[in-house]
Nanobody
Framework: QVRLVESGGGLVQPGGSLRLSCVVF????????MAWYRQPPGKQRELVAS???????DYADSVKGRFTISRDNARSTVYLRMNSLKPEDTAIYYC???????WGQGTQVSVSS
């Protein structure tokens, strides 16, 4: 059984940065396409970024140029580096594995002065 555990969320001022981490336990992480989703307050969950096992990436238009997704297969970890954060980036951020249809528990990111 696959388990995803996120960390790294918190409260940050506009223009600040955070790095989220997601460790995958229990399966062959290196072959998975992974993604970060987010759910802003009162809104639907939306795709933020994805990364294939080969390292190809894709981003939502709203975060292009500010966010970077990466992975470390040796550590079974996927990261989301978030720069130039805006109040509209406030959301619960979730890690997702497409191959196993598995979600993490989420980590709260709040951007406010």
């Amino acid at each position: 059984q696959v388990r995803l555990v996120e960390s790294g969320g918190g409260l940050v001022q506009p223009g600040g940065s955070l790095r989220l981490s997601c460790v995958v336990f229990g399966s062959s992480f290196s072959i998975y396409t992974m993604a970060w989703y987010r759910q802003p307050p009162g809104k639907q969950r939306e795709l933020v970024a994805s990364i294939t096992n080969g390292g190809s990436t894709d981003y939502a238009d709203s975060v292009k140029g500010r966010f970077t997704i990466s992975r470390d297969n040796a550590r079974s970890t996927v990261y989301l580096r978030m720069n130039s954060l805006k109040p509209e980036d406030t959301a619960i951020y979730y890690c997702y594995s497409y191959a196993t249809d598995s979600w993490g528990q989420g980590t709260q990111v709040s951007v406010s002065s």
